[in-house]
């Protein structure tokens, strides 16, 4: 499965965007897929994952009530909607897959995802 992201951008604190993560290739349904971000000089870090069938979602402690994944299957598409954006959230945002093994397959690792998309920049501004 190929990945792209995009949305990203500047936006000041306290502000919103909307990634979207756009899917090709085998069925999407067939996918976790999760959303990573990495700021300049730390390691990559888990934000937030999605079931193949929407059922189940986790989110990381530091964007739970300002995050939320959602997707699209009859898109091929999995967003992520930030709201109340800190300076902190500023990272290169990336989108994963993972072929899921149930219905409640949700890794939060990210050895645990063999597709990535090439990451969209989000810069908060304060």
């Known amino acids: 499965v190929q990945l792209q992201a995009s949305g990203g951008g500047l936006v000041q604190a306290g502000g919103s965007l909307k990634l979207s993560c756009a899917a090709s290739?085998?069925?999407?349904?067939?996918?976790?897929m999760a959303w990573f971000r990495q700021a300049p000089g730390k390691e990559r870090r888990f934000v937030s994952v999605?079931?193949?069938?929407?059922?189940?979602?986790i989110d990381a402690d530091f964007v739970k009530g300002r995050f939320t994944i959602s997707r699209g299957n009859a898109k091929n598409t999995v967003y992520l909607q930030m709201n109340s954006l800190q300076t902190e959230d500023t990272a290169v945002y990336f989108c994963?897959?993972?072929?899921?093994?149930?219905?409640?397959?949700?890794?939060?690792?990210?050895?645990?995802?063999?597709?990535w998309g090439q990451g969209t920049q989000v810069t908060v501004s304060s």
């Open positions: 994963a897959a993972a072929r899921a093994r149930s219905n409640f397959y949700s890794p939060r690792s990210a050895e645990e995802y063999p597709y």
């Open positions: 290739g085998r069925p999407f349904s067939d996918y976790a």
């Open positions: 999605i079931t193949r069938n929407s059922a189940n979602k």
